[in-house]
């Protein structure tokens, strides 16, 4: 079973984690059997990058030998934090190769931190001892020891140390394919770690998640997570570190069919690996940017990549590697009708793999040579090579089925241990209940002697029964309300476009939606047309339940402007729409003067042109980092006191521009100054972000409106819509 690194390893190892991901979307994308097979290699880059510190260089120079760290331990003069210390960097070394001497050592620094009564160094010493036993598989001793560890260091409130266990068993339960519970522990521990502001354990999660939400096939959320972890890791300037999240990337797109995203990030992640003289990451890369080709039928570039992939694999003796660029080089030369050479590779890899033991290469290997002998009307060697790759395939099969029974006893073992520690801590609150009832019993007894008092206490027991049936009746009714508030949100949502539909108009863009309340008078809209499409951001008269009233009036009427009325030109739109607010609300009797402001874009598929309108809200436009703001009709769609039809504004737009469709919502925002963040400033960071994609521009945007925010109240919904030309 392949493991997941422990939370235990330094910063390092949060890259190392990352590149499992590699292996887990290897092993389990059976459209791409080219993929499936680079397994090998990606596992043996997270074996190996564990050993390289900040500057991506071995750092085993730093540590002191073994020999002087036991004479430490072993020296009674010594204080006890340094000879504990002492002992856990010998458990480190050893953790790394040999798991089975690790748990020896770190036996004894439980009992000597038990001895000694160093509480926090116990809960370490029991924490690192449940991560080696998850390195040899005993999964039921690994949780065990973590929630011993867990207990501890939450009765001592050491959240750190509580999200270490917590992402230790998020590993332990994704081992066992157990990917809700993953999720579940991976969140809590994300939260502590932004509690205690480590970003390095906030993007340990976000690797983490990315990989679980791949294997449950979310390729969209993956992707967010993984960009999320790219926005930190970056920070640190690793380029070891930065190459492995652009890798993971890189192959997120691939899955999404964006060929061409992912070749971008998997060539930049080349780069920082062949600056970095990384030659595992140089390799994977060129493994990847032949399968981006492949997929993309230009089978000539595939096979420049798998070969100097080959190269490099050579050049450190990785005979593994070697064996796929050969299976990989077969197919490319039976895809260019070069059958002679794909024969030649093909017999090179059946030859390596066999010699390696690896049966899954082996056997694809068999498959791509009958392919070239029936290309090549040798009917006999063909079906001898597929019944080679059958037979193989039957054996994978039977060793695949046995090793999925000893995942689910691991899984049963793990269960059992859970419902055994519920167990023990219910019996204990059992105790204290009996502790609890006994006082009671011995105030009744006093009571029933103090007649006065007896009488005040029934005076104000029923007076409590009172209240609390108050209170009751009370929380029945919030709860009420807010339940059918919630169930309006879900209403609410189902007007809005969902953010893969924008994606495949808009590729390269991101939606900040915030609303104040469960329920918002900012919404979204997109309208698409074989020629064009319509997107506009619309704030609405008020926030929470009044203005998602008013939002659905609003976005019926744009709906019904362009399907039953067709209009198309902007201006003649947002006239329309007014129309038929107004009509919509003086069906009332009472004078409504509620409406929106709004700015509705509308952009060709042909070409660079775009049409604009706006009510009360402008346009941002940045090209060449100027910002050009386009100003809005100042008018409402609503009651108006002099109405003017609205304008419609022509654009002609180039690539690399942005643009920005916003409600004021977030230049409206109070932070702790005590005053509003205002337009000025919201388009200096907005110019202060243009070297980052849309998708790190979104990250920094919510966090620069959380960090202003600070302790204070959301002013208004959030709306901003980005979109890069």
């Known amino acids: 079973m392949a493991k997941n690194f422990p939370v235990i390893l330094p910063w390092h190892s949060i890259p190392a984690f990352s590149l499992f991901f590699l292996s887990k979307i290897g092993r389990f994308d059976l459209l791409n059997l080219r993929m499936k097979y680079f397994l090998a290699f990606s596992l ?113 409130k050491d959240k750190l140390g509580m999200a270490d266990c917590d992402i230790n068993f998020a590993n332990i339960y994704s081992d066992l394919s157990d990917y809700p519970k993953s999720l579940q522990f991976n969140l809590k521990a994300m939260a502590l770690y932004q509690q205690v502001n480590n970003n390095q354990g906030v993007a340990k999660c976000d690797n983490s998640m990315g990989v679980l939400y791949n294997s449950m096939g979310d390729h969209v959320k993956a992707l967010d997570y993984f960009q999320k972890a790219l926005v930190i890791i970056t920070e640190y300037k690793n380029n070891v570190q930065i190459g492995i999240c652009l890798t993971n990337i890189g192959n997120e797109y691939r899955r999404l069919l964006k060929y061409t995203l992912a070749k971008e990030y998997h060539t930049r992640a080349l780069k920082m690996f062949e600056e970095s003289s990384f030659l595992q990451g140089v390799s994977a890369n060129y493994i990847n940017l032949g399968n981006d080709y492949y997929d993309q039928n230009d089978f000539q570039k595939a096979m420049d990549f798998q070969f100097k992939a080959l190269q490099s694999f050579r050049k450190m003796g990785n005979k593994l590697g070697m064996g796929n660029c050969f299976m990989n080089i077969s197919e490319d030369y039976g895809k260019l009708n070069n059958l002679k050479l794909s024969i030649r590779y093909g017999d090179s890899a059946i030859a390596i793999n066999k010699a390696i033991g690896d049966l899954s290469q082996e056997s694809e290997s068999y498959k791509y040579l009958a392919q070239a002998y029936a290309k090549s009307d040798k009917y006999k060697e063909a079906y001898e090579n597929y019944m080679q790759f059958s037979s193989l395939k039957d054996s994978i099969f039977n060793t695949d089925k046995t090793k999925q029974l000893s995942d689910l006893k691991t899984q049963y073992e793990v269960d059992k241990k859970e419902t055994e520690l519920k167990a023990k801590s ?63 949100r879900r209403l609410q949502q189902a007007i809005l476009p969902s953010f893969s539909e924008i994606q495949n108009h808009f590729p390269d863009s991101f939606i900040l939606y915030h609303p104040k309340d469960i329920v918002a008078g900012d919404f979204y809209w997109m309208y698409v047309t074989s020629d064009s499409v319509f997107i506009a951001a619309a704030d609405c008269t008020g926030h929470g339940v009044p203005g998602a009233l008013v939002s659905v009036v609003c976005s019926n009427a744009l709906n019904r402007t362009v399907n039953e009325f067709g209009l198309r030109d902007t201006g003649r739109i947002l006239d329309k729409v007014t129309e038929l607010v107004l009509e919509t609300f003086e069906k009332s009797g009472d004078e409504i003067k509620d409406g929106m402001d709004i700015s509705l874009l509308c952009l060709s598929k042909k070409d660079n042109k775009a049409q604009w309108s706006g009510a009360n809200t402008p346009l941002w436009i940045i090209k060449r980092n100027e910002l050009t703001e386009i100003k809005a009709d100042k008018q409402p769609i609503g009651k108006s006191e002099e109405r003017k039809p609205f304008s419609t504004i022509d654009l002609s737009l180039t690539s690399g521009d942005t643009i920005y469709l916003i409600t004021d919502g977030y230049s409206d925002q109070f932070g702790h100054t005590n005053k509003k963040l205002m337009k000025k400033k919201f388009k200096e960071i907005l110019l202060s972000i243009q070297d980052k994609s849309m998708s790190q521009q979104k990250y920094f945007l919510d966090q620069q409106h959380n960090n202003w925010k600070g302790k204070m109240e959301q002013t208004d919904d959030v709306t901003v819509i980005g979109i890069k030309i």
């Open 44 to 156: 043996l880059l997270c074996l190996l990058l564990p050993v390289f510190g900040q500057t991506g260089k071995s750092d085993s120079r730093k540590s002191p030998k073994l020999d002087s760290l036991w004479a430490v331990y072993k020296d009674a003069t010594r204080a006890d934090t340094l000879r504990i210390e002492a002992i856990e960097k010998i458990a480190f070394k050893y953790l790394k190769n040999n798991a089975d001497s690790a748990i020896l050592i770190l036996k004894q620094e439980v009992d000597f931190a038990k001895e000694k009564k160093l509480r926090l160094k116990y809960a370490g010493a029991l924490k690192i001892l449940g991560v080696a036993y998850s390195k040899i598989s005993k999964t039921a001793q690994a949780f065990e020891n973590l929630q011993q560890a867990l207990t501890i260091y939450e009765k001592e």
């Open 426 to 488: 219910e019996a204990d609150h059992a105790r204290q209940r009996a502790i609890i009832y006994a006082g009671a019993a011995v105030l009744l007894i006093v009571i029933f002697f103090s007649i006065f008092l007896y009488r005040r206490f029934k005076i104000t027991q029923q007076q409590k029964v009172i209240i609390e049936q108050k209170s009751i009746l009370v929380e029945e009714k919030q709860k009420e309300i807010v339940d059918s508030i919630n169930y309006a």
